[in-house]
């Protein structure tokens, strides 16, 4: 009886019952599967996701592993290498950033929600996973970031360009830094000036995600950011009242209007975990944030727990996910990212380019 | 949450036609064209539109017959910004602005 002979096709046929549950497309035809060797019965293959903080990774690579096992005969072995590469979705390339593939807003509909570390841990959660990220700190009433991330000193500037600090494996930039000790008491144009010279005028280098910590509510900031770059996404972040939720909403509309695609909300402070006895204890109410964002079409990223612990480590600059990864808010933290990220995917597949073709 | 019309305000191609008009195909398959004049004309910026009562303070009739669309670009994912032969450049047309003021027959 002779050997039976395994082909690239049977087993890119055998990979076509394998979908990407986000992009809901197999991942055959999305051009997941690379550098395929074949020798004896032994299949190894690349699949190359969208992101490296995706959720569902094990799982696909289960799944890739079995359906090449059990439908292409004489597969005795498999061996299936899982990669990333943040994809970009398509818009000009005039009014981009250089070498920074997506942009993610980060915003609230009024201050103290906790946006920045959910920002700050969210960026560092996200390099973690393998990703280049860069955090630009935007909120130029209360730039809190850089204590969060413990990196005060302000940031080199060579040749006119601003160079951002390397913080915890994230390229950071403070609009803070801008203004030295002084508050930033700014009129509409300066602060206008300011994010442009934060976005443009910086060394990002290659990005897969630039995270932009907003100021709460809606302003100048929000208008400048959606008018001078395609921001690939906007997060809301809302405590689980329904008077931050009311207020959240405004904010969603106005990502609505400026059609930057709306990625989803995080419900932080969502309940609090006892530090003597690990009980549960529901301060502000519970789930106002997931049925605002199921009643709205919006995908719900996740709850973040009131732990005294994320207050401890923003403040000494470590954030949780990097000081505690394996608590309860670490962990919460890396599934936010992960849910995140792939919606991050999901508009980088669907969005057209929006190029003016002159005739 | 997206309500019907703002998703059918979603450009699919954008093209200019020299400085003439500015052509868009929505993605649901309606086609808009927007003349040079007709677009100067709707401008929708607080020097054309009275910001407190809303009127409008230079129109169609106002803008000479040849005016050119000088250059057109995208503002961020929402809005094109045309620079016009007179010299105004401050108005941002946002594509719900635009489908809402296509001058087709069907929607006029």
């Given at each position: 009886m002779s050997e039976t002979v395994i082909t690239e096709s049977n087993v890119l046929d055998a990979l076509r019952?394998?979908?990407d549950p986000d992009l809901r497309r197999d991942i055959v035809s999305l051009n997941f599967v690379r550098n395929m060797k074949i020798e004896g019965g032994t299949v190894s293959f690349d699949v190359n996701l969208t992101t490296p903080a995706c959720p569902v990774k094990d799982r696909l690579r289960e799944q890739s592993r079995q359906a090449v096992l059990e439908h292409?005969?004489?597969?005795?072995d498999v061996r299936v290498n899982m990669t990333a590469e943040v994809r970009r979705p398509p818009a000009p390339e005039t009014s981009r950033i250089r070498g920074v593939k997506n942009i993610v807003a980060v915003g609230s509909g009024k201050g103290g929600v906790g946006k920045s570390t959910v920002a700050a841990n969210v960026a560092v959660s996200l390099a973690r996973s393998g990703a280049k990220v860069g955090l630009l700190d935007a909120d130029i009433y209360g730039p809190s970031i850089p204590i969060m991330m413990r990196s005060q000193e302000e940031p080199e500037i060579r040749e006119q360009v601003i160079q951002p600090v390397d913080a915890h494996g994230v390229k950071l930039m403070s609009m803070g830094y801008l203004s030295g000790e002084m508050p930033l008491i700014w009129r509409g144009p300066m602060a206008h000036k300011a994010l442009q010279q934060s976005l443009l005028g910086v060394n990002w280098g290659d990005l897969d995600y630039l995270v932009v910590d907003l100021p709460p509510g809606t302003g100048d900031v929000h208008l400048t950011l959606v008018q001078t770059v395609p921001v690939t996404g906007a997060v809301i972040v809302s405590t689980p009242q329904d008077v931050g939720l009311q207020i959240s909403m405004k904010t969603l509309r106005m990502f609505q209007q400026t059609k930057v695609p709306l990625l989803g909300v995080i419900e932080n402070m969502s309940y609090y975990i006892c530090p003597h006895c690990g009980g549960r204890d529901e301060i502000f109410g519970h789930g106002g944030a997931a049925r605002a964002a199921e009643s709205l079409g919006v995908p719900f990223l996740g709850e973040i727990p009131l732990d005294p612990a994320i207050r401890k480590h923003s403040d000494t600059g470590t954030p949780v996910v990097l000081?505690?990864?394996?608590?309860a808010s670490g962990r919460a933290f890396a599934e936010v990212t992960g849910k995140l990220a792939q919606q991050v995917s999901i508009q980088a597949f669907r969005s057209v380019p929006l190029t003016i073709v002159e005739e | 949450m997206l309500t019907a019309p703002e998703e059918r305000a979603t450009p699919a191609e954008i093209r200019k036609k020299s400085g003439e008009s500015i052509a868009i195909r929505w993605t649901d398959g309606h086609a808009s064209t927007f003349g040079a004049r007709y677009l100067r004309g709707r401008c929708p910026c607080a020097q054309c539109v009275s910001e407190t009562s809303g009127e409008r303070l230079v129109s169609e009739e106002h803008i000479r017959p040849d005016i050119a669309i000088e250059a057109a670009r995208t503002v961020g994912n929402y809005a094109l910004h045309f620079s016009f032969s007179d010299g105004h450049t401050t108005g941002i047309y946002s594509f719900d602005y635009l489908r809402r003021v296509c001058p087709c027959e069907d929607c006029a």
């Open positions: 019952s394998v979908m292409v005969p004489g597969v005795k000081a505690q990864p394996e608590s | -």
